[in-house]
């Protein structure tokens, strides 16, 4: 077992910690291959946080190519208790627009041949996924995004399609159709796979544009306008990243996340 180097995790590019002092890059060798990059290790309040680019450094993974078991399982090797998993996204519904948050508290699997779980045996184990994202974390982060400003939608659907392709307008309507307000390639099982680990998850999704059913009846996107708004919403993200992660308790209060084993086992 690895010693015990930070206590709360986040899957984000480099721009979220580069810019801090005395940051530890730490290489971690799973039972599932190897993660995505290195953990980059630095301290934010009271906290060691670890951080890794979910596509790589270089930004060269495809969705449907990374290794979320290793990254999930490096994450809980080094010693975090707390998972935040932020993602770029696309809205479904016209009231969640572009450079707004979504807190997102349920998921719809649209995948297909990702390794979803850690339970493969011997012992038989169902963990419930009706409740996912951690309710303590969740809370949090809405509150703490409403103190900064920041436009936040305190609840919402997430569909996860597998990429790299995106969706086509018929795909895209009947989306919208179901009532799912956000749609993204990296959500699942990134959030699961840490509940499975009895870590806590959060999912922050930043909207940068309207999916494709949204077309006939929303302007379109420009893509100088997709890059203006993703760049802003990775300031926010900074912002309400590093306030919230400040405002972490040191245990665990009032969620369950660290009994998902427990309560999952016959």
């Excluded at 180097?5 to 979220?16: E, T």
């Excluded at 627009?97 to 649209?110: A, K, N, R, T």
């Excluded at 990134?190 to 999916?211: F, Q, R």
């Excluded at 900074?238 to 009994?259: D, G």
Aim: with cysteine; aromatic share 10%; proline share 6%.
């Amino acid at each position: 077992m690895m010693e015990k180097l930070a206590d709360i995790g986040v899957f984000g590019g480099s721009g979220f910690y580069k810019f801090l002092e005395d940051i530890k890059e730490v290489k971690v060798e799973t039972p599932y291959g190897m993660p995505s990059d290195s953990l980059f290790i630095g301290k934010i309040g009271s906290h060691n946080v670890a951080f890794m680019p979910r596509h790589g450094r270089s930004h060269t993974i495809l969705p449907h190519l990374i290794n979320y078991r290793a990254n999930v399982w490096a994450m809980k090797e080094v010693g975090c208790k707390r998972v935040i998993s932020p993602c770029a996204a696309g809205s479904l519904q016209k009231h969640v627009e572009p450079g707004h948050f979504v807190i997102c508290d349920q998921f719809v699997d649209w995948t297909d041949g990702r390794k979803t779980t850690f339970f493969e045996g011997p012992i038989v184990t169902h963990p419930s996924a009706a409740e996912t994202y951690c309710p303590e974390l969740r809370k949090l982060a809405i509150d703490t995004a409403k103190d900064l400003g920041i436009k936040v939608h305190e609840t919402g659907t997430v569909v996860v399609i597998n990429g790299p392709r995106f969706s086509t307008k018929a795909e895209s309507k009947f989306f919208t159709s179901q009532g799912w307000e956000v749609i993204n390639m990296t959500a699942f099982p990134e959030a699961y796979l840490v509940k499975e680990m009895d870590m806590c998850p959060l999912n922050i999704s930043l909207i940068t544009d309207y999916d494709a059913g949204l077309v006939g009846d929303v302007p379109p996107v420009s893509h100088h306008e997709v890059i203006q708004v993703f760049n802003n919403n990775l300031d926010n993200l900074k912002k309400l990243l590093f306030t919230m992660i400040e405002k972490i308790p040191a245990e665990n209060n009032n969620c369950e996340c660290a009994q998902t084993r427990k309560h999952s086992q016959l």
